[in-house]
């Protein structure tokens, strides 16, 4: 019998060439569907990332605007437009569009500036929106004696007030604790300026009477942060902008004679979209960005400029407002009837804020109680100016709801995506009164603008203040 390595069996020599190559074949081709799993996977990842986080900015950069927006004329500042205004810079008091609610619509040219009239301040992208609005936002509406109100003539012997005084106390006539350290700190971050902030007073005899001030001096009792009383000195010569306008004389002015029972200190916020610098995948990397104003005025917040940049949400190219009002339109309406007041319930058509189908080519946005919801609206069209018929003839239109409107996308393009049209009309590709298929919004629909994924947000904001 022979013995040695000749009288290994068969089975034990291992694999043969053929063998080694199919074994192979197999790995090589489970490794490569489990690497394209992977990718796929991962793409997948990446992309349901990217638009969480757009999804995100959406919210919260209308979680902040809507925010304020219910609380738009705090303090009794009207919720209505001025149709009529005609903004020129050179005016000594230019006029405004609105006082609560301001919105310059489908901004272009010198509009984009955040700061009408300053070449210097940043600029909203073409075509979209520049919301502003103003109120009583963070502080407490203060109750006053009216009897403690002393307005006086300090210049002349016109018998025109220029000046007025009366205390904030701790406890007011109805025994409720008002918390004026934070009324002391927002007047003391003026430091030494002269105008230390504006101030909205409504008269004792009505909450739409009102007059804006700006606030000169401060005296505490007590503590700083706690104080016992705030006596406050205003002046009442200096007119604001969001001034009732006098009816003798046509001039925006304080009401001459005016004792108020509620004061506030006034804030302004304008909301609008800029883009700043990116990179070779991305340039331009739009933002939703907050500015914060002087009440009534082209002038930054405390005189700093960086309160024009105050960045919410990255990602937001486009803010859309248009403005539900109660108009005279009404289909089905009788004869006199189409606005809220003009019979004493609250049913029917003439209760109902009318919007055109605008899933229609054939319909016309113009003629529904939205303003900039159709190119062809014009906010001084006369239906939403004042009511010409029925009990309200005369009467501001005024506004009930703003419909908030915010389109988004993602941070990174995707090579293999491209985005679809906003909506399925076939005159335009139409956000609000916004049309992507003309002018400077195109760019957003060409190149590699068109390959990242967009969304948009729609907030339809009941206002609470409305008069």
């Known amino acids: 019998m022979r013995s040695g390595p000749e009288s290994t069996h068969r089975g034990e020599r291992g694999f043969s060439l053929l063998e080694l190559v199919v074994s192979l074949f197999i790995a090589i081709q489970i490794l490569i569907a489990a690497a394209v799993a992977f990718d796929v996977h991962s793409k997948m990842a990446r992309v349901q990332t990217q638009v969480t986080d757009l999804q995100q900015s959406l919210r919260v950069g209308q979680y902040d605007i809507v925010r304020l927006l219910r609380m738009a004329g705090r303090g009794s500042l009207p919720v209505a437009l001025d149709p009529d205004a005609v903004y020129d810079p050179t005016d000594t008091i230019p006029e405004l569009r609105g006082f609560a609610i301001e919105v310059r619509n489908n901004v272009a040219g010198d509009d984009r500036y955040i700061a009408r009239g300053d070449a210097t301040s940043p600029q909203a992208i073409e075509?979209?929106?520049?919301?502003?609005?103003?109120?009583?936002?963070?502080?407490?509406?203060?109750?006053?004696?009216?009897?403690?109100?002393?307005?006086?003539?300090?210049?002349g012997a016109d018998g025109i007030a220029d000046q007025g005084t009366f205390p904030i106390p701790k406890t007011s006539q109805a025994g409720l604790t008002q918390p004026l350290g934070p009324l002391v700190e927002e007047i003391d971050a003026y430091g030494a300026a002269v105008v230390k902030g504006r101030m909205i007073l409504t008269a004792k005899e009505s909450l739409q009477t009102y007059g804006i001030v700006t606030v000169v001096q401060r005296v505490v009792t007590g503590a700083d942060t706690d104080p016992d009383s705030v006596a406050m000195t205003v002046d009442l010569a200096t007119n604001s902008t969001l001034n009732p306008v006098d009816d003798e004389t046509g001039v925006r002015v304080f009401p001459e004679a005016m004792a108020p029972q509620l004061a506030c200190f006034l804030e302004e916020y304008r909301y609008y979209v800029r883009t700043v610098a990116g990179d070779a995948i991305t340039p331009l990397r739009p933002r939703l960005t907050r500015a914060r104003f002087e009440p009534g005025t082209e002038t930054s917040y405390l005189g700093d400029d960086s309160n024009f940049t105050l960045d919410l949400a990255d990602g937001l190219f486009d803010l859309q407002v248009a403005l539900g009002l109660d108009t005279d339109y009404c289909v089905g309406c009788d004869a006199g009837e189409?606005?809220?007041?003009?019979?004493?319930?609250?049913?029917g058509p003439d209760d109902t804020i009318y919007e055109a189908d605008l899933t229609d080519d054939a319909a016309?946005?113009?003629?529904?109680?939205w303003l900039h919801n159709d190119p062809g609206d014009r906010p001084a069209d006369s239906q939403y100016a004042l009511h010409a018929n029925g009990v309200n003839a005369g009467n501001i239109a005024q506004?009930?709801?703003?419909?908030?409107?915010?389109?988004?996308?993602?941070?990174?393009p995707d090579r293999d995506y491209e985005a679809p049209d906003?909506?399925?009309?076939?005159?335009?590709?139409?956000?609000?009164?916004?049309?992507?298929?003309?002018?400077?919004?195109?760019?957003?629909k060409s190149g590699d603008n068109l390959k990242h994924r967009r969304r948009s947000l729609t907030t339809i904001v009941d206002m609470r203040n409305a008069q």
């Open 127 to 155: 075509g979209s929106d520049i919301l502003t609005v103003r109120g009583c936002f963070s502080g407490t509406v203060y109750q006053v004696n009216p009897e403690d109100w002393t307005a006086t003539d300090t210049v």
């Open 399 to 412: 506004t009930y709801f703003v419909r908030l409107t915010t389109v988004a996308r993602t941070l990174r």
């Open 422 to 444: 906003f909506d399925t009309r076939t005159d335009g590709d139409w956000v609000e009164d916004h049309d992507y298929d003309s002018g400077a919004a195109a760019s957003w």
């Open 338 to 347: 189409g606005a809220f007041g003009d019979d004493e319930d609250t049913i």
């Open 364 to 369: 016309d946005g113009t003629i529904d109680d």
